[in-house]
Each structure stands twice: as structure tokens, then as C-alpha cells.
């Protein structure tokens, strides 16, 4: 059974960071791709960064790139988002989840997190 758990969110101020981590259980992360999305009250589910399973090749979203970073490691079996610059429309629910190849696509992935909220005031 693969678990993924999400930790790190919270209320951060306009211009803050928090790093999001994403600890996996069940099955190592060493050779899958994986992924961060986030959800927004009544939009839908959206990417946010994605990792080859080496980590060599990342992949994000125009609205995030340059002040999201995405990194893993394997040893620990975790995946991180570091965000900085945050602005009140990266207030979210934030996802991450395990899949088969590097892609910005929900479909893409097989396992998926609980999310961890994340607020930005202004």
C-alpha cells in the first residue's frame, strides 16, 4: 500500500517561503516520476512542479517558476517544495503524487497525497 503524506503547510504572510515535504511509504520513490499540484476553492485541481524520478529534469508551472523549487531525496524517500515569494493566488491545497513518467498531467499519476493546506495573507 503506497502512502504519501504531505507536512509543512500553513497561514504565511505576502512575500514568505514555507517548504512543503512529501514523505512516502509502501513502495520507494527512487523510480518514479513525482509531481506537486494544488487545488484552489472552487477551481480545479492544477500542476505545480514535477521531477523526473533522478531528479535531473524539473519541470513547473509559468505562475511559479523562478520562485518554486522542487527537490527530492531518494535516500529519505521525501519530496520537497520550497516556495518563496508566496502570493495570496498560491493559497491552496497542495498535492503531491507518484507516477509512471515526468508530466504536468493529472492522469499521469497513480498515487496521490491527502494535501496540506497553505494560505497566504496579504
Known amino acids: 500500500q503506497v502512502q504519501l503524506v504531505e507536512s509543512g503547510g500553513g497561514l504565511v504572510q505576502a512575500g514568505g517561503s514555507l517548504r512543503l515535504s512529501c514523505a512516502a511509504s509502501?513502495?520507494?520513490?527512487?523510480?518514479?516520476?513525482m509531481g506537486w499540484f494544488r487545488q484552489a476553492p472552487g477551481k480545479e485541481r492544477e500542476f505545480v512542479a514535477g521531477s523526473s524520478w533522478r531528479g535531473d529534469s524539473t519541470y513547473y508551472a509559468a505562475s511559479v517558476k523562478g520562485r518554486f523549487t522542487i527537490s527530492r531525496d531518494n535516500a529519505k524517500n521525501t519530496v520537497y517544495l520550497q516556495m518563496n515569494s508566496l502570493k495570496d493566488e498560491d493559497t491552496a491545497v497542495y498535492y503531491c503524487?507518484?507516477?509512471?513518467?515526468?508530466?504536468?498531467?493529472?492522469?499521469?499519476?497513480?498515487?496521490w497525497g491527502q494535501g496540506t493546506q497553505v494560505t497566504v495573507s496579504s
Open positions: 503524487a507518484m507516477g509512471g513518467g515526468p508530466s504536468n498531467q493529472k492522469s499521469s499519476y497513480n498515487y
Open positions: 509502501g513502495r520507494a520513490v527512487t523510480y518514479y516520476a
